[in-house]
């Protein structure tokens, strides 16, 4: 394998580390060397210095790389956006600037804020709107926002483009656009806006997920708070050889030759409870949001032991779904195929009394705590409980309502919602 290739695929599979639901996607594009950083929808050119140095400094080449993969999976490379060329360009740099700061979990920063808001409402993701937008009243001038949103060349897009407008039966990337456009479809819950809902309707019924806003508070140091330290074991991933289990396997009568498992102490998490408040006062987009976001920190932190035990309990007055995740896929599974229920008014005790059946049952030994996400307009457990609990808030609460055994966490909602 030439040497552009592994490191293209190193590239690429930690991109798919950060963002699993990008992995068709980042299949569909192979590397070819180019001498600046882009997307025909077929290849992703790079110079091998790039991938060189995305060894040494990932970070700011898998950005570049989601940014050139959002292109494709929006369709811009085979889209023209009008007479400005170069407006066009930028309108696309900036859709794929928003979308991407989504899809990783990251705030933009002060002047990408102001263009963001500065759009008409419900356009930010969309090309077309962005360009006819870009007019001279536009608050921040074109060579600022391109200095904030470019990252890849799109001369590449010229032929991709011609060919498109040729519409020549089997020829070369002319079927790119029907693939992509498939892949545009996972990206729709991303694109669009949270539209604040009032449920009208009793406990049980079923709810829409929304969007998945922004925002940057980091749970990643307070679902470590929940951690425990525990014997950990292990193969040794720098001291393992394939040869010698290869070798064993071969000449002892299938016996591998292995070296023994090494332990270790590591704070992680066995069985957690995490909550979610389905009221009608709740916000279903912030709700999906939120689990995704756990999702993304337990693979990224690595917080689970191999086995774990994590209940997801749904309730607004009453437990209306408890689901039991043992792995990471099944919690990608949940999240892919959510569905809430609810819709009644906000009581906190109905799932401690529940996790607090489960301990005595014995479906759960070794409970780390419980994850309250909700907007805190309900009743709370008069006696604490034998777990560390804590609330994560969607707006400002009572303060003294709240119990002083509880941990509590703000998200300040002003931060990321549109």
Known sequence: MADGARLYQILRGRLYERLPLLALALGLLDWR?????????????????????????PEGAEKTLLHS???AMLLHPWQRGGVDAQAWSLACDMTVGFLAKRLLGQTLDETQAKAFYALRKGTAFSASAVCAQLDGDFPVPRETLRALFAQDDHALWNTVQEQARLL??????????????????????????????????????????????????????????????????????????YSWYAYGMEHYNGVA??????????????????????????????????????????????????????????????????????????????????????????????????????????????????????????RYPAKRPDYRTAFLFLEDYDEAAVPPWAMRLLLEKEEFLN
């Open 33 to 57: 060397e180019g001498e600046k950083t882009g997307t025909d929808g077929r290849f992703f050119y790079a110079p091998i210095s790039f991938l060189e140095q995305a060894v040494r400094s």
């Open 168 to 241: 020549v039966s089997g020829a070369d990337g002319a079927g790119a656009p029907a693939l992509w456009r498939r892949q545009k479809e996972k990206l729709l819950p991303f694109m669009q806006e949270e539209k604040p809902k009032i449920g009208t309707g009793t406990a049980g019924v079923k709810l829409t997920v929304l969007d998945s806003p922004e925002n940057k508070v980091r749970f990643a140091g307070l679902l470590r708070a929940f951690s425990v330290l525990r014997e950990n074991r292990h193969v040794s991933d720098a001291d393992f050889s």
């Open 69 to 71: 993969v959002l292109h």
């Open 257 to 378: 030759l292995i070296e023994p498992l090494e332990y270790s102490e590591e704070r992680k998490l066995r069985e957690l409870a995490i909550v979610i408040d389905t009221s009608a006062s709740c916000s279903r987009g912030l709700t999906g949001w939120f689990l995704r976001a756990v999702h993304d920190i337990l693979l990224r932190e690595r917080l689970f032991f191999d086995r774990f035990r994590l209940h997801i309990l749904q309730c607004d007055c009453e437990v209306q779904q408890d689901t039991l995740v043992t792995n990471l896929e099944e919690f990608q599974w949940y999240l892919d195929h959510l569905e809430l229920y609810g819709g009644g008014g906000t009581d906190f005790r109905p799932a401690f009394s529940y996790v607090n059946d489960l301990l005595e049952q014995g479906e759960l030994k070794e409970l780390a705590g419980l994850l309250y996400f909700t907007d805190g307009k309900g």
